[in-house]
DNA sequence: TAGATTGTTAATCGATTAACAATC
DNA sequence: TAGATTGTTAATCGATTAACAATC
């Protein structure tokens, strides 16, 4: 990043959702966009489009507003996505192989080196090639092959300790599915997606229309 | 809901976190809490746990706190959980199943009626004993079924489509997983787990440490 | 150049926090 | 009752929107 200027964690959340619109206008062979027409795209204010941008640099023109591959690249630069990542994925029930299967077939950039279970049974299978292990062989696993991010797709009882030795092992970030709020050191990045709490809004918004 | 006053999305967000650590305390055996103990567990300010609260009612006591028993039924109920609700999924590919699996396990209210793909060889397989159904049949089944929500697990491409037979086909809710934003009635509720936007967040924040 | 549109400052809005009177 | 802690109002903080001078 340019600077080191706190970014609120609602641009940051945003950030990805211009990359998807810019992608997919890049597909359809867009070469520019300015704030305004943009706005009516991804219904975020215009206003709010060049203030989130200026929060990393001065990406548009004056009069011609911006060139969309070029910012498609910077906010994948911003975001950290022009670099190559290795992925252990703690965890090797469906859910576990959905997050691989995804990985492998959308996420370029992202390389799966393993995954771990306690399962007798699943251990030894593979994944598109990868490897389920042993649980217990984790912590050797982490300390030879370093990989950047783990993925924590185990139950709720056992997501504790998969952080714990994730963190050990020399992670910078765990994505965590586990319904249960992680403690890691300020050092090691972490992005949950608690499905339970995203169904519970549901119903919640289901209930209160009309 | 007791009152239609308009609650913030920020708000809703934060009930399902409460519910879940009422949950643990209720399992811990714990009688009452106050916001100040509260607040320490889960990481809010006491005085944002008492506003939070207030929108919906005055669930506490003073000089007491809060009853951990009945404070995690009201939330339940105010977010919609203590009734039973019917799922078609459509996309059945491992992220369908592990959605369907994930429900199954921990999902107690929330029942799937049946799961749809367009992959003839997929077709009439079972998960949890869930058939899989062709998806030139979701219109027809749809209504004669009536189910309450619809879960999109399909790829980016179909995931419109599949949005607008739902609606039709008279769903009030949506749990879209597919990366893109979906255009639907406001008359039905939308909720969103996009995982790419998840894990490039992560990159971020991954990378602003240090 | 004239027109368009950005970058950026100022104004507004909403959400969070602080404070405290009410009350169990 | 006295102490504790809520419910709620007021103050603060931060994020969004509006406005406009700068400039391509």
Redo the contacts with the bound molecule.
């Keep these: 990043m340019k600077d080191h200027i706190?970014v609120?964690?609602?641009?940051i959340k945003?950030l990805p959702k211009y990359r998807r619109y810019l992608e997919e206008l890049k597909g359809q062979g867009a070469d520019?966009?300015?704030?305004?027409?943009?706005s009516k795209l991804i219904g975020?204010?215009?206003?709010?489009?060049?203030?989130?941008?200026?929060n990393f640099?001065?990406?548009?023109?004056?009069?011609?507003?911006?060139n969309v591959e070029s910012l498609h690249r910077q906010i994948g630069i911003i975001l950290g996505i022009d670099r190559a990542y290795s992925i252990v994925i703690v965890g090797s029930g469906n859910l576990g192989q959905a997050i691989a299967n995804y990985i492998h077939n959308y996420e370029t950039g992202f390389s799966i080196l393993a995954m771990f279970d306690v399962k007798p049974e699943i251990i030894g299978r593979r994944v598109n090639n990868v490897e389920i292990l042993n649980f217990d062989a984790l912590d050797a696993y982490l300390k030879a092959q370093l990989p950047d991010i783990g993925v924590i797709t185990t139950g709720a009882t056992s997501a504790q300790s998969a952080a714990n030795k994730l963190t050990a092992g020399g992670v910078k970030g765990i994505w965590n599915f586990a319904p249960v709020d992680l403690n890691v050191p300020d050092s090691v990045a972490l992005e949950n997606v608690h499905l339970s709490d995203s169904l519970h809004a549901l119903t919640y918004y289901l209930n209160s229309l009309q």
Excluded: C, M, P, W
């Excluded at 609120?8 to 641009?11: D, F, H, L, M, R």
């Excluded at 640099?57 to 911006?66: L, W």
């Design positions: 706190k609120s964690k609602a641009v945003r520019r966009i300015s704030s305004g027409e943009f975020y204010t215009a206003s709010q489009i060049r203030q989130d941008l200026n640099g001065g990406f548009g023109q004056q009069g011609y507003g911006y």
